[in-house]
């Protein structure tokens, strides 16, 4: 008989969630999320990071 390792319920799992599916237009999260992404001007943080050599690579 095969001895499977027994199922413990009490384990930790991992849940993949997509946070774009989870933003909902008219909340405050997605106007947050609208602002960052759309309306500030970052660029002040940019010189901070050099890593156009060094970093990951977009995919």
Same mark, same amino acid.
């Given at each position: ?5 027994? !199922? ?7 849940? $993949?969630?997509?946070?774009?599916? %989870? ?5 405050? +999260?997605?106007?947050?999320?609208? !602002? ?7 660029? $002040?943080?940019?010189?901070?990071? %050099? ?5 990951? +690579?977009?995919?």
């Amino acid at each position: 008989m095969p001895r499977f390792i027994p !199922l413990n319920y009490q384990q930790n799992t991992m849940v $993949v969630i997509n946070y774009q599916d %989870q933003l909902q237009a008219g909340t405050f +999260e997605y106007a947050v999320h609208h !602002l960052i992404e759309d309306k500030l001007n970052l660029s $002040v943080f940019y010189p901070k990071y %050099q890593n156009d050599q060094t970093g990951r +690579e977009l995919s």
